[in-house]
């Protein structure tokens, strides 16, 4: 019967699809055919913004350029400092010889529409491997780490945001450097902090950055902050929920960071295992 | 919508491919439209309606066959896995093709009652395999069924209406 054969045709896709990589090249040939459609869903909602900012007020433009000047000149004074403690930081890195952090080239992508799948975190912007996007670059904001991309067709590339249900950043709480994962709940605004022993030192408004040991995200971007820790004795772990820093949900314009982390070769054996250990956590720790 | 008479003694137009494509491929464009948040949750799958609607009111030209197509793309575009939306669509055109006849005897509000069991398979189908595959289940995502099936009349009667003939005797 024929609906027994597509239910099987349908769970054998599922399946190749759930476990197996075979069919991202159909995936891009459709994509490809889907694509001029996808754009032209998102054209009603360009033309109200456009008319949007058409009848935007002469004074409201004056006021936001006044905000900004003064935004600039304080930006440009801290930038200032910053190169002073970048020199600074370059010195006392080469003291304690290790590796320099490299300042990754980044590109700009709009987002071009968000997941209409409600039980996923994902988005899709409007950059692709014609812009040299490649698998597991790095997606943020201004502010913070955004998500990851995991999907690249021509000209799209689907972001997996760091809210998804089955991803996981590595991070470092900036106040006192202790190391952790930080997983997506699933839900827009939280995220949360797992197997943290219920006696590690964790506050409510610490910091999370990125450590950089997975080799994907760069070490020392924000990530989320703590805001809310219950320590049950009954359970091994505290329950830590913390907020992603960067407007997940509310941006249009993303920076997808070119490049991933090198990082140092793998050891061999486990005699050069014990010899590389102290190294690499000073490594980390000074990161 | 009076129901002194079936809806399908009214006299329509016969439903050619084109009219048929032109309806999926507006469903499809409705369904893309940057939803978000509630609006997102509450949205009609306006894809399955359509579909429901020609598996109900020509099955002989709309089956299985051709939602699982309309399926597969669709979790190309949504980056859903292979055969999810496809396997959802399958089941609701099985259902509908099955119960056409018991369907078109029905005035459209009876009609209400009577799809919304087939979209709630689809529809729970789809959940279905999210939950084997990632394990979590998102019981918002059943709202979405019954604002469709609410949909049902208002799409109903716009298909009806444009499937009417036109006054100008030389278009028939």
């Known amino acids: 019967m024929r609906l027994v054969f597509f239910i099987v045709l349908s769970l054998l896709l599922l399946f190749i699809d759930s476990r197996f990589k075979y069919l991202e090249s159909t995936r891009t040939a459709i994509s490809i055919l889907v694509y001029p459609f996808q754009r032209l869903t998102t054209v009603p909602g360009k033309i109200w913004q456009e008319v949007g900012t058409y009848f935007e007020t002469q004074n409201h433009l004056i006021e936001e350029n006044i905000q900004l000047r003064e935004q600039h000149s304080t930006d440009v004074a801290q930038l200032n400092l910053l190169q002073v403690l970048q020199a600074e930081n370059t010195q006392l890195h080469n003291l304690v010889d290790v590796a320099q952090r490299v300042n990754y080239p980044m590109q700009m992508a709009e987002i071009a529409y968000v997941e209409r799948d409600i039980f996923k975190r994902k988005l899709f912007v409007s950059k692709g491997a014609k812009a040299n996007v490649q698998t597991g670059q790095v997606v943020m904001d201004d502010i913070g780490i955004v998500g990851q991309v995991t999907r690249v067709y021509p000209w799209l590339s689907e972001v997996t945001l760091i809210t998804d249900k089955d991803h996981a950043v590595p991070v470092q709480i900036l106040r006192n450097g202790i190391r952790a994962v930080v997983f997506g709940s699933g839900d827009i605004n939280e995220l949360a902090l797992r197997y943290m022993p219920i006696s590690s030192d964790i506050q409510p408004g610490d910091v999370l950055i990125t450590s950089g040991i997975d080799g994907t995200y760069p070490a020392g971007l924000p990530v989320a902050k703590v805001i809310k820790i219950e320590r049950d004795p009954a359970y091994p772990f505290a329950r830590i929920i913390c907020m992603p820093i960067a407007g997940v949900d509310r941006n249009k314009y993303l920076l997808i960071v070119a490049g991933t982390p090198e990082l140092p070769p793998r050891p061999e054996t486990k005699a050069a295992v014990a010899d590389e250990k102290p190294k690499l956590t000073l490594k980390r720790k000074v990161q | ?172």
């Open chain 2, 1 to 172: 919508m009076s129901s002194d008479f079936p809806k399908d003694h009214e006299f329509l137009l016969p439903a050619n491919p084109g009219f048929i494509v032109l309806s999926f491929f507006a469903a499809i464009m409705l369904n893309w439209l940057p939803w978000h948040g509630w609006g997102l949750i509450l949205r009609p799958d306006f894809v399955a309606l359509v579909l429901l609607y020609w598996c109900t009111h020509k099955p002989y030209r709309v089956g299985i066959g051709i939602a699982w197509m309309v399926g597969i793309l669709t979790d190309v575009a949504d980056a859903s896995l292979f055969g999810q939306h496809a396997l959802a669509y399958a089941v609701l055109a099985f259902g509908g093709t099955v119960l056409h006849r018991r369907i078109q005897m029905f005035d459209l509000k009876q009609q209400t009652i009577q799809i919304f069991p087939l979209l709630l398979i689809s529809y729970a189908t789809y959940a279905a395999v999210h939950w084997q595959v990632r394990g979590i289940i998102v019981w918002e995502f059943f709202l979405g069924c019954i604002v469709s099936a609410a949909m049902w009349i208002p799409m109903t009667l716009l298909l009806q209406t444009l499937r009417r003939p036109r006054s100008d005797p030389y278009e028939l």
